[in-house]
């Protein structure tokens, strides 16, 4: 039996695009996020995935790539189930500012922490530490029964919801998650075991994706 989950960040948004701390705010996808979320239907077309179920965020740049990649792969019926535990990690005071301008205020080392440490939380923020403690006992209780299920599943979220789910999934240490990217509409695809463990993965980052700086 196949048990398959994939993984998606949303496409490009408007606040990735003028490079702003965005967390729970709620911009739309630009024109380039719309691209890029298509694209990651066409990509899951040609590897002959087909969806039974969907997940994803209250927030509206994941709903969209998510709507965007079923309707690509002409799958538009599939249920999807939103939910907050799914949303991007709260920036909290960091919220709105411009990452360059965080970093000339508060140094490169401290942002980079901020943005992507296990326990470091931005100031008023959620860590990973605490998104994981949101987004993890949701997935273990919502969405993997399905993929162990044999059902093939899909998660559209955000960098940070995402990277808390791939921390456990690939068994990352602090320190490699630290070095874990995720691109703007690539998706990373999961084949498990049926004890929940990974049999093996594939992250389709390519050419057509990009940084968030
Ligand atoms: O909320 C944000 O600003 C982005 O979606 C993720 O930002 P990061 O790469 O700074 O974690």
Redesign the pocket.
Known sequence: MSRRLVLVRHGQSE??LKN????WKDPDLTEKGVEEAKEAGRRLKAEGVNFDIAFTSKLIRAQRTNQLILSELGQRGVKTIEDEALN??D?GELTGLN?DEARKTWGEGRVLLW?RSYDVPPPGGESLKDTVARALPYFVREILPHVLSGRTTLVTA???SLRALIMTLERLTPDQLLKRELFTGAPVIYEMNADSTIASFRDLAGPATKK?Q
């Open positions: 606040w990735n702003l701390f965005t967390g991007e990690r920036y990452k943005r955000h960098g940070n968030v």
